[in-house]
């Protein structure tokens, strides 16, 4: 595997406890490097954070989301409540897991399981195992263990969630501080699960040690602002979190004057406020270098383009109702009601506002093209939807009814159009899904194919839960114990549940399985 550049090494700690890797997790989840960042902690105005999550769930159900597509999200490393950890997206790589760009980019994010109760105390197992996790990152990648670099979901500037919720994260932070963690050291899986990059380290000097002279030197810790410290005690009766305060404010006021004074801080100048911070900004949405280099593909630029839009759109609603004979357009468009299309437009521009909005924070000039594009898309889609409607479910050739004044009553086709064109997305897929089933060849029986079943003894009363394993399990009709049917359960394409009818005791049956005009024998079972 190839390390980014000769200044930079694999590093290779020694491994008590390898995570496993379960990724790959698909492109539309996670980004490949992180945007040229060189992902090392240099101080307050080049840090890297972590980031703690709940899962809302399980680790199985939280994987399963990270290889769908369509969920847009990923996170480094998931932490069970049993104590295990796996690895879903690479260090050097950016998941989507902070619900903003700005700290994607800098940041790796972790993921714990709480079973479904976000509120529920955590296990001890999860603590030591997340603590150790953590103190490992910190080590490789020179990041301070402490509460400013070490933050919850919550805490990132301009999301808004309660996530993590019960996980107590200050407790995580101190075990990972000390030298009593409880916990072997956790890294990754070498090659096979990340490629940890970290940088040239200075040789040692006479007597240091390897903690000490192992890795840079760390930026100190900021000191405190003293009108942040005054804030912090009013609210939350602690002068210590006074960067709490700051990253809200630089959340809210984000593209405001008070960001061009932090920014000063960057390059030293005297008028900022002293020990203040330089806010993290990589690529952010609204910074004027990414406007300047693609000024039509700024979040405001393609916002205002909606904006036109739909202005454009009420006024030929308003033309439209109020006097028609302007348009000089004909009560129908073929089969169609003529405000079919003006709806599909008016539900695609509405959802193109509502996707900008919610991607405020991690904004991708990427997607001007779908979002220029929108009225076109949503005039096309809803009138495609309601040719179908009237095919499949009114009758072929049906013409709408046109009162006096010409409006449809058909207003279920607007409807349709302007749903469609809001969901345009769920459309499709649709569409691809009843073009799948109209040209797959038709079932031929295909085959079934049992690998195991367990277990294979059972009380002669019935009533025993059997698991099979194999393929083919989608089209069952039956399964058998000798001649006798039992009820079962398809569970997927590859397992059923069967639930074993009584027998004589003693007495040693066949299983099959039928599926369509496909059957396989799936063992012997034992009447005890």
């Known amino acids: 595997m190839k390390c980014r550049s000769t200044a930079s090494r694999l590093a290779t700690p020694k491994v008590d406890s390898v995570i496993p890797f379960i990724g790959p997790i698909p492109d539309a989840n996670m980004t490949p490097g992180r945007d040229g960042k060189a992902f090392r902690f240099a101080g307050a105005n080049d840090p890297v954070f972590i980031v703690l999550h709940t ?44 619900g903003s760009l700005t700290m994607n980019l800098a940041s790796i994010g972790i993921e714990h399981e709480d079973g479904g109760d976000a509120g529920a105390p955590r296990s001890e197992a999860l603590y030591a195992a997340t603590s ?6 910190c080590e490789r990648y020179a990041i301070p263990i402490t509460r400013q670099w070490i933050v919850k979901h919550s805490e990132v500037p301009g999301v808004a969630t309660a996530c993590p919720d019960a996980l107590d994260v200050d407790r995580i932070v101190s075990m990972a501080a000390s030298s009593s963690v409880g916990q072997p050291s956790l890294h990754a899986a070498g090659a096979v699960a990340t490629e940890t990059i970290v940088p040239d380290t200075p040789p ?28 912090a005690s009013s609210i939350y009766g602690d002068a210590g979190r ?6 809200a404010i630089q959340g809210v006021v984000e593209d405001a004057p008070l960001v061009k004074l ?23 949405p609204g910074d004027s270098d990414a406007q300047a280099r693609d000024p039509l593909g700024s979040k405001s630029a393609v916002f205002g383009v ?7 759109l009420a006024a030929l609603a308003i033309i439209y109702f109020v006097d028609r004979n302007m348009l000089d357009l004909p009560p129908t468009l073929g089969p169609v009601p003529e405000p079919v299309p003006w709806f599909g437009a008016l539900g695609a521009v509405l959802i193109s506002l509502v996707g900008i909005t919610e991607h405020m924070h991690d904004w991708d000039p990427a997607y001007r093209f779908w979002h220029w594009s929108r009225p076109l898309l949503g005039a096309s889609f809803g009138t495609i939807s309601v040719l179908i409607f009237q095919a499949g479910i009114l009758a072929v050739g049906t013409q709408p009814a046109i009162n006096g004044g010409g ?39 295909g085959t079934v194919v049992v690998n195991s079943m367990a277990p294979q003894t059972g009380p002669a009363s019935g009533g025993t839960t059997i698991m099979l394993l194999g393929s083919g399990f989608d089209s069952t009709d039956a399964v058998r114990f000798g001649s006798v049917q039992a009820t079962f359960h398809i569970d997927g394409d590859g397992q059923l549940t069967v639930t074993c009818p009584p027998g004589q005791a003693g007495a040693t049956v066949t299983v099959s399985v039928t599926a369509k005009s496909a059957s396989a024998i799936a063992g012997a079972f034992t009447y005890a």
């Open 55 to 98: 899962m809302a769930g399980t680790v199985a159900s939280t994987d399963a989301r990270f290889k769908k597509p369509q969920s847009k999200a990923s996170a480094h490393y998931g932490v069970g409540l049993n104590g295990s950890v796996v690895q879903w997206v690479r260090e050097p790589d950016t998941a989507y897991h902070a």
């Open 132 to 137: 150790s996790l953590i103190r490992d990152i």
């Open 204 to 231: 040692k000097t006479a007597g240091a040690t390897d903690g000490a002279s192992a890795r840079p030197a760390v930026a100190a810790t900021p000191p405190p602002v003293a009108a942040l410290e005054d804030i």
């Open 242 to 247: 006074w960067l709490d305060i700051y990253h």
């Open 262 to 284: 932090l920014d000063k801080v960057r390059a030293g100048n005297s008028d900022a406020p002293a020990g203040a911070p330089a806010p993290v900004r990589i690529s952010s």
């Open 306 to 312: 909606q904006i036109v839009y739909l202005t454009i």
């Open 407 to 445: 409006v449809s009553k058909d207003l279920l086709y607007y409807l349709i159009a302007f749903v469609v064109g809001y969901r345009e997305e769920t459309f499709r897929e649709l569409i691809k899904r009843l073009t799948d089933v109209i040209f797959s060849p038709g079932q031929d029986g």
